[in-house]
């Protein structure tokens, strides 16, 4: 069974750092490329951003509203997704999930969708 | 960057009813060398993350129940439920994933009349 367990979620201040992680099992996480949305509250879903898989070298983009101050990453011997997050904003203020993008193999018929998603994690940005 | 629209913002539809959601995209997202389009719709219910219903703009994901269905190509696409049941009461979002960034509809909100 494929699972996305985020964590790391807190209260920080303007100004701030944070990093989340999102835990996978049940998948060959290697294989996948991973995705950050976020949700502010009461507001709709947001694309933050991406890392590719190990064949496409792992190279990442991001939003624009997150660029230069959120840094995704990977690490497949923990089956772990990062976003290491600076200079927080009170605009950053949302629930953090990580997401599987469907990426070849089985997943080849859907390929680029965001198949499993994991329960999200809150970052609450305020003084 | 690829906006997308959804029309209406919110919908009440009475139960065993159909419903029935708009999305508009800003550019095109059928790719011409497969002829599929990169249009994929979810589900998001109260505290919980959002479910892929649809993808490639009207195929069924497995398990999903056959009153969801999807049309439509190129910019205009329409997701439709068929009879309204109660546990359909949710959020739905249109997604692109034609390509990056990646963006969604502001989200159909879908209540029972």
């Known amino acids: 069974e494929v699972q996305l367990v985020e964590s790391g979620g807190d209260l920080v201040q303007p100004g701030g750092s944070l990093r989340l992680s999102c835990a996978a099992s049940?998948?060959?996480?290697?294989?996948?490329?991973m995705d950050w949305v976020r949700q502010a509250p009461g507001k709709g879903l947001e694309w933050v951003g991406r890392?590719?898989?190990?064949?496409?070298?792992?190279?990442?983009e991001y939003a624009a509203s997150v660029k230069g101050r959120f840094t995704i990453s990977r690490d497949a011997s923990k089956n772990s997704l990062y976003v290491q997050m600076k200079s927080l904003k009170t605009e950053d203020t949302a629930v953090y999930y990580c997401a599987r993008v469907c990426s070849g193999g089985s997943c080849y018929s859907k390929e680029g969708t965001f198949d499993y998603w994991g329960q999200g994690t809150l970052v609450t940005v305020s003084s | 960057d690829i906006v997308m629209t959804q029309s209406p913002d919110s919908l009440a539809v009475s139960l065993g009813e159909r419903a029935t959601i708009n999305c508009k995209s800003s550019?095109?997202?059928?790719?011409?060398?497969?002829?599929?389009?990169?249009l994929a719709w979810y589900q998001q219910k109260p505290g919980q993350p959002p479910k892929l219903l649809i993808y490639?703009?009207?195929i069924r994901e497995s398990g999903v129940p056959d009153r969801f269905s999807g049309s439509g190509s190129g910019t205009d696409f329409t997701l439709t439920i068929s009879s309204l049941q109660a546990e359909d009461v949710a959020v739905y979002y249109c997604?692109?994933?034609?390509?990056?960034?990646?963006?969604f509809g502001q989200g159909t909100r879908l209540e029972i009349k």
């Open positions: 049940g998948f060959t996480f290697s294989d996948h490329y």
């Open positions: 997604q692109q994933y034609y390509r990056t960034p990646i963006t």
């Open positions: 550019q095109s997202v059928l790719y011409s060398s497969n002829n599929k389009n990169y």
């Open positions: 490639w703009a009207s």
């Open positions: 890392i590719r898989d190990k064949t496409n070298s792992y190279t990442t």
